[in-house]
């Protein structure tokens, strides 16, 4: 089980209230919300293994290098961590920290790497898997991974971090007409303004999508551009050729990167925190109280679940 953290602390912060607090009065409701999210999957979905996927770099300078407008409009305006710092709830940027040394204490795997978003990591890791791989995001960037013959579905949460919908080929397909190797594609042509990516004017996901069907992928409907007998309407033509230079660097943008160095990690669930007087001191400071208990309980669990103990 792979999580695209940044995605689920983000839905976190914003499906529990911010009225969840410290002792001192620091809303913990990303935390708190994350860490049950983390007990609810562990608990129902039993992974044999689990990583917290990073963003060290949420807007890596190689895909805005191929289009500047790559989530500029997500560049907080004023910001003391650089020009390039991303635009975060005031009341969310304290929690990131306190994420990151909790999922430390416990003993979950986080891992990033510089120069790449938490969706490369992924990738990477899905890549090398030999297993079946459930991948949890509220980034439909991530469809694209979706592969049935090796078991690859993304988890995607439809209301807060509760309620979860499934995708997996077939439900690809039936919501949008193409495959997982397709949606890249299909997302590049669209467009996404979530990320600051133009598409191409006048093509929708419809249209893209029966593009697509008809031509079998971007080089093919490239190729009917320069067809003068293909079925292509003079308006999608003539888009599609000014749009050619944006469709040259698009893919390498939206495509995930599947070949990043990672560091080594443990990815096995702990079944007791690695770190636990350090946890401690967290759960106290912050208030961690049932979220922290309840994820806990969940890993002892799942430890005498596989030592076939009661």
Known sequence: MLLDTSSLYFRAYF???ETVRAPDGTPVNAVRGLLDFIARLAGNRHPDSLVACMDFDWRPAWR???IPSYKAHRVAAEADEGPD???VPDTLSPQVPVIDEVLDAIGI???GAAGFEADDIIGTLTARADTPVDIVTGDRDLFQLIDDDRGVRVLYPVKGVGNLDVYDGAA???KYGVDGAGYAELALLRGDPSDGLPGVPGVGEKTAAKLLESYGDLAGIMAAVDDPASRLTPAQRRRLAE???YLKVAPKVVRVASDV???SFDASLPAAPRHPQ?????AERWGLGGSLERLLTVLAEGRDRGTGTS
């Open 15 to 17: 499906g529990v209230p």
């Open 64 to 66: 805005v290098e191929l």
């Open 85 to 87: 710092a991303e635009e």
């Open 109 to 111: 795997a986080r891992v």
């Open 172 to 174: 690809l397909r039936s």
């Open 243 to 245: 749009a050619r230079p």
């Open 261 to 263: 160095a990672l560091p």
């Open 278 to 282: 350090a946890l401690e001191e967290l």
